[in-house]
């Protein structure tokens, strides 16, 4: 290439820059002004009815671990703080399962269907998206209530007697999001089967390998980046949920979401509220972080 050339093109990358410099300032301000506002507060103290005071405090941080006694002022570890923050990373790591597990036959399914056929189970996938999350919330909660359809059902066949008890549980909760965010799971791994090439599965069967052998070792090698991406699309907001939890635990079995909310709402509370929405981010930060280092060693091929 001339210099001239390259001359060229770099005036033309710069201008490039140049015209899409508003914009990028603009979506830079707003990502990144917000957090940046609640990094600040999770560093000052709380005021007496809500809000803040400019003071430097590391009570917030603090607070997310540990407790003073409002009587001789001793550190105690927050137990309930704890249960909420395990809680959530269980209830998420158990819907993405539980996504996973009726995910991948349900994206298997439509992969192998006529490309004609595709489009409508496609369709019937993407569906749930049309209504709000609130709305699909209640819609699950009227199956599973006491008098819900479930129960209906189970009681007028004669399976059980009374009503089986879901709603205010953990139970409940992870019905709920599994409920909700299961097309998240299945878009992308529909994605990764419908690049599978079908003809390594007779190869697979040609080597007198079972289906499970093929399965392990030539299926799920192969569409693992769609599951990685169905994997974190599921946890992250699993993580942070409010409404489900709010919903279907009724306020008794709290996740982060809700805790957060409690302490900008009753709490009044704003530095550990702050606090304990970055200890949120720096999860999910760190389960973006293993999904690009899984996703890079899955596609090195001498990793």
Not at 178 to 191: G, K, T
Not at 273 to 302: D, E
Request: aromatic share 12%.
């Amino acid at each position: 290439m001339s210099p001239a050339e390259q001359s060229q093109r770099r005036k033309s990358s710069r201008n490039g820059w140049l015209l899409s410099a508003p914009a990028l300032s603009l979506l830079f301000l707003a990502a990144s002004g917000p957090l940046l506002i609640v990094l600040v507060y999770s560093f000052l103290t709380p005021g007496q009815y809500g809000n803040v005071i400019w003071e430097f405090s590391l009570d917030g941080w603090v607070g997310i671990l540990f407790t003073r006694d409002i009587f001789d002022g001793t550190m105690n570890l927050a137990d309930a703080h704890l249960t909420i923050f395990w809680r959530s990373v269980k209830l998420s790591l158990m819907t993405t399962a539980l996504t996973f597990a009726l995910g991948f036959p349900t994206a298997w399914f439509i992969a192998t269907r006529p490309p004609a056929q595709r489009a409508m189970w496609l369709f019937l996938i993407t569906i749930p998206f049309w209504t709000n999350l609130l709305i699909r919330t209640f819609a699950i909660n009227e199956v599973i209530r006491n008098e819900g359809l479930m129960n209906t059902v189970l009681i007028s066949l004669g399976l059980i007697s009374e009503p089986i008890r879901l709603i205010n549980t953990d139970t409940a909760v992870f019905i709920g999001m599994a409920y909700v965010y299961l097309p998240l799971m299945v878009l992308p791994l529909f994605a990764a089967i419908d690049r599978f090439d079908m003809k390594l599965l007779e190869a697979g069967y040609d080597l007198y390998a079972s289906r499970l052998q093929v399965l392990r070792h030539v299926i799920l090698p192969i569409v693992k980046p769609g599951i990685i991406a169905g994997s974190i699309l599921v946890f992250v907001p699993s993580l942070g949920a409010y409404v489900t939890p709010r919903v279907l635990g009724g306020g008794k079995n709290m996740m982060i979401g809700n805790f957060i909310e409690l302490q900008f709402g009753q709490g009044r509370n704003w530095p550990l509220g702050a606090a304990l929405s970055m200890a949120l981010l720096l999860i999910v930060m760190a389960a973006l972080l293993i999904y690009v280092r899984a996703s890079t060693k899955g596609s090195n091929p001498h990793g």
